[in-house]
C-alpha cells in the first residue's frame, strides 16, 4: 500500500480517488503514523448471492457436532 502525508493526499485527492477506485488501496499519514485507508467500495450483494456464498463456506468448513448456530454469539467474548 502506497502512503501519503494528509498535506499530500489533499493536494492529490482526485488522483488518488480514481485509483481507489481502480481497487488500490492508498495510506494517508498524519505526523507519519498511518490515519485512514482510501479503499474501493465494496459492491453489494444481492440476497442470492449471499446465501450462494454461505452454502460455499459450509461446504468448505469443518463440521463440529457440539456447535449449534444459535448459540454462536453466545460463545464469543
Given amino acids: 500500500m ?3 502525508e494528509l498535506s499530500e493526499a489533499k493536494r492529490r485527492l ?3 480517488v480514481n485509483r481507489a477506485s481502480r481497487g488500490e488501496r492508498i495510506g494517508i499519514t ?3 503514523k498511518l490515519d ?3 479503499r474501493p467500495v465494496a ?3 444481492g440476497i442470492e448471492e449471499v446465501f450462494a456464498r454461505m452454502g460455499e463456506v459450509r461446504k468448505r468448513s ?3 457436532k457440539n ?3 444459535k ?3 453466545r460463545r464469543r467474548p
Fill in 2 to 4: 502506497e502512503k501519503y
Fill in 14 to 16: 482526485s488522483e488518488l
Fill in 30 to 32: 498524519r505526523d507519519g
Fill in 36 to 38: 485512514a485507508v482510501i
Fill in 43 to 45: 459492491q453489494e450483494a
Fill in 62 to 64: 469443518k463440521k463440529s
Fill in 67 to 69: 456447535v449449534k448456530v
Fill in 71 to 73: 448459540e454462536f454469539d
